[in-house]
């Protein structure tokens, strides 16, 4: 069986940022990457199926980006990948979730995987449609939000819970192969060990062009999408009042605020 | 036709409280002789007629489809059918965990304009135009969608007004494609409560966050929660870890602190899902170290300092 985990390397902020000269995105130099924190809850889903068969799976990360995303995808290989792709073309520059879901569903059309697990959102742009949209690529059935799973390698169905809100679960039972989105939560991601990290260093990454995955420049990009970024900024902010003073006085302060509440309720 | 077409969402017979602001959101947005219209799907419709007859919806939707539950194959061939026979400029659905499931799907394949967790929407020189949070809501995004005929919007719960005044709306019963679904749905779980804790009813709410940086630190608000009379509650990350049980978890996912007036938040940075949950409080205080950190974008006081020393000093008052 093989199982493809999609990952994304996103970007949180520096404490100071400008935005680019164009005003549609935050200039790149104030950009802090890492992987998804989604992601590696849903490469750890994979790794720990792999881990618990009897039969050999395969676990394959696959991201769309630069080659900076490299660093992420040897973090994946370092937590128990056995291959990473990644996809690059300059023409994909400005997809939005839905461009790259296409790219994502081209490689899984190419590796024919069993099941296919995305972070149910990015941490940087949270649009929270990259892995169902692909399934829509591929003609697969699919779910959001998944917070603990049963899949048994081989089988024709799945068992999982989806998270819904307010503290309910809704348990559902799906046809494979299938794309599911993994929640925080569904399990506790491993630290990759010192060798775990050294013996990635030294596997490959398989790059692939859009031309490999069989698509073309109007496919992705903005043509490609579904919306397009016309314009960011930052928004007015910071409504609290800001209790100043040392943590004594702050906390006398708060002492007073609570105080109060409970003179209110009495 | 043109016009906006909102998705309601029902669970376990009940219409959920977004649909009403979806239709908020939609008579924000309608032009002069534009229509809405409100789907309801369900085994039942019938049933939501009445709480959706509010001021704002011209027509409802009744749709029969044998889920009586979301199901994603489902919604995405009866929304998918809708949107083919009244071709609006607008769908409207709620960012929620049910059209996580469905509506990129739907916008991929009908090649919609699509934007999620939008929380502005407007028409700017008659193009319309989303707006939506970007890296952790440090900025807005305003996104557009040149040369889509319908968009698809997720709308961002908490933010629109839902309409108060009773209506009589126009009901019609939509034939949706009878489809054999890829998914079954089997049974709904409560959470399961590791202690007899009742969030919902909690007045007084002191949560922990990722703040608080390990599980030895856990007791110790334990104490102060106990001392100046809160609740201790927890934001996700906390949860997740096991450090203290799901039901102490308050947020979008977690227990909803319906009754909570004076929430004290220490180390938490306020992912947009906890900060959704707690909005209606009417008393915010966030005590975190980063001074940057969204939840003082919600607070009412905000401490920019440590924890520990914060949580130190409070506990001498009481």
């Given at each position: 069986?093989?199982?493809?985990v ?8 520096d ?7 164009d ?22 889903e ?109 089988a ?48 490959p ?48 302060r708060?002492a ?11 | ?25 939609a ?10 219209a ?17 001021a704002?919806v ?29 071709n ?21 394949r ?8 939008v ?11 989303a ?32 309409p ?9 019963a ?19 409560a ?40 927890c ?18 996912s ?33 005590v ?31």
């Amino acid at each position: 069986m093989k199982i493809m985990v999609a990952v994304k390397q996103v970007a949180a902020l520096d404490e100071d940022f400008a935005i680019r000269s164009d005003g549609r995105d935050v200039d790149a130099d104030f950009f802090i990457r890492d992987l998804n924190e989604w992601d590696d809850f849903s490469l750890e889903e994979a790794v720990k199926i792999k881990e618990a068969a009897a039969e050999p799976v395969e676990v394959v990360a696959v991201s769309v980006g630069a080659d900076e995303v490299d660093e992420s995808l040897r973090k994946c290989l370092a937590k128990g990948a056995d291959r990473a792709i990644r996809v690059w073309d300059a023409a994909i520059e400005g997809s939005d979730s839905v461009a790259i879901a296409r790219i994502l569903a081209a490689v899984a059309q190419r590796e024919a995987p069993q099941m296919l697990f995305a972070g149910v959102q990015s941490s940087d742009q949270s649009f929270a449609s990259t892995g169902i949209a692909t399934a829509a690529f591929l003609g697969w059935p699919h779910a959001a939000v998944v917070t603990s799973l049963s899949l048994a390698p081989g089988a024709k169905s799945a068992v999982f819970r989806r998270e819904l809100e307010g503290g309910l679960l809704h348990e559902v039972e799906i046809q494979c192969p299938a794309v599911l989105t993994i929640q925080l939560g569904i399990n506790t991601p491993r630290y990759a060990s010192l060798r775990s990290i050294k013996q990635a260093a030294g596997k490959p990454i398989e790059v692939l062009s859009l031309a490999d995955v069989g698509l073309n420049a109007a496919d992705v990009g903005e043509a490609g999408s579904l919306s397009r970024v016309r314009r960011m900024y930052v928004p007015d902010k910071g409504r609290a009042q800001l209790i100043d003073g040392d943590a004594a006085q702050q906390a006398a302060r708060l002492a007073d605020i609570i105080r109060e509440f409970k003179g209110a309720q009495t | 036709m043109s016009g906006i077409l909102v998705i309601a969402e029902q669970r376990r017979g009940e219409l959920r409280p977004v649909s009403l602001e979806l239709v908020g959101a939609a008579e924000g947005l309608r032009r002069a002789g534009e229509a809405v219209a409100v789907a309801i799907l369900g085994s039942d419709p019938q049933r939501f007629v009445g709480a959706l007859s509010v001021a704002g919806v011209d027509e409802i939707l009744t749709v029969k489809v044998a889920a009586p539950e979301f199901d994603a194959d489902t919604f995405e061939s009866a929304v998918g059918a809708l949107i083919a026979e009244r071709n609006p400029d607008v769908v409207l659905a709620a960012h929620s965990v049910d059209s996580f499931g469905f509506a990129a799907a739907l916008a991929a394949r009908l090649k919609l304009g699509f934007a999620t967790d939008v929380f502005r929407v407007e028409r700017i020189e008659g193009e319309l135009v989303a707006t939506r949070g970007g890296y952790g809501q440090k900025v807005s995004v305003e996104v557009d969608f040149p040369g889509r005929r319908t968009v698809l919007l997720a709308i961002r719960g908490n933010v629109f007004k839902a309409p108060e005044q009773a209506a009589s709306p126009r009901v019609t019963a939509f034939d949706a494609p009878q489809v054999a679904s890829r998914a079954a749905g089997r049974e709904f779980i409560e959470l399961s409560a590791g202690d007899d804790v009742d969030m919902a009813a909690a007045e007084f709410i002191l949560t922990i966050g990722r703040g608080i940086g390990e599980e030895a630190k856990v007791p110790q608000f334990r104490e102060l929660a106990d001392a100046i009379g809160a609740t201790l509650g927890c934001s996700r990350p906390i949860a997740d870890a096991g450090w203290l049980p799901k039901s102490r978890q308050v947020g979008q996912s977690g227990k909803t602190a319906s009754a909570c007036k004076l929430y004290i938040a220490m180390g938490v940075s306020g992912a947009i899902q906890h900060l959704a949950g707690m909005k209606h409080v009417n008393t915010i205080v966030a005590v975190n170290s980063d001074a940057e950190a969204s939840i003082f974008g919600v607070a009412k006081y905000g401490i920019v300092g440590d924890v520990f020393e914060i949580a130190e000093e409070l506990r001498k008052h009481f």
